[in-house]
Each structure stands twice: as structure tokens, then as C-alpha cells.
Nanobody, 121 residues
Framework: VVQPVESGGGLVQSGGSLRLSCTAPGFTSNGCGVDWSRQDVGGQREWVSSLRTDGTTGYTDSVKGRFTISKDKAKDTVYLQMNKLTPEDTAMYFC???????????????WGQGTQVTVSS
């Protein structure tokens, strides 16, 4: 089981930056992709970004040009660099593994516990 653990959240002023980390031991060797999602105080969850196993990335429109997803294979960690943050980015951020190599799909598909990001105006 590739169980992700998020870190790096915190309180930041509008216009500031944070880098979130998602450490998921084995996600590379099991061929998992990694998603970032966020959930606001109202409970609405929104997909934010994906890093697919072929190396391609995706972003929801509201974060394009401000957020960047990347990975460090040696550390089995995926990062979400968030710049030009606004109060609308305030949410609990979660990462989740998905996909998996043939025969390894059961190792992926797990959520982390989340890390809180709060952006003050």
C-alpha cells in the first residue's frame, strides 16, 4: 500500500507562497500517479493538480500559472509549489495516489490525511 503523507501547510499572507509535500514511499516503483485535491470549509472538494506516470501534469484552471507540481524520485515525494496565493486558496489539501503498474494497482488509490493551508487577506 502506497500511503501518502502530506506536509508543508500553514498560514500565509495573500500573495505569498507555500510548498506542499506528499511523501508516498513506493509510488514510483509501483507506477502510481499522484493527485492533489483541496476541500474548503464548506466541505466541497476540488481537484487541483495531477502528476501522471508518464510525467505529464494537469491543473485546474484557477491555479494554472501559479501552482507547479513536481517530484523527487529519490525521496518518493511529490511537491506542490503554490505561488501568488489568495484567500480563495484556503483549504485542506490532500494528495492521493492513483493508477499503478500492471499487477500493482492495488498499491495505489489511497488518500493522505491532509495539510491545512490558510491564506489571510
Amino acid at each position: 500500500v502506497v500511503q501518502p503523507v502530506e506536509s508543508g501547510g500553514g498560514l500565509v499572507q495573500s500573495g505569498g507562497s507555500l510548498r506542499l509535500s506528499c511523501t508516498a514511499p513506493g509510488f514510483t516503483s509501483n507506477g502510481c500517479g499522484v493527485d492533489w485535491s483541496r476541500q474548503d470549509v464548506g466541505g466541497q472538494r476540488e481537484w487541483v493538480s495531477s502528476l501522471r506516470t508518464d510525467g505529464t501534469t494537469g491543473y485546474t484552471d484557477s491555479v494554472k500559472g501559479r501552482f507547479t507540481i513536481s517530484k523527487d524520485k529519490a525521496k518518493d515525494t511529490v511537491y506542490l509549489q503554490m505561488n501568488k496565493l489568495t484567500p480563495e486558496d484556503t483549504a485542506m489539501y490532500f494528495c492521493k495516489t492513483f493508477g499503478g503498474s500492471p499487477g500493482r494497482a492495488g498499491e495505489c488509490g489511497y488518500w493522505g490525511q491532509g495539510t491545512q493551508v490558510t491564506v489571510s487577506s
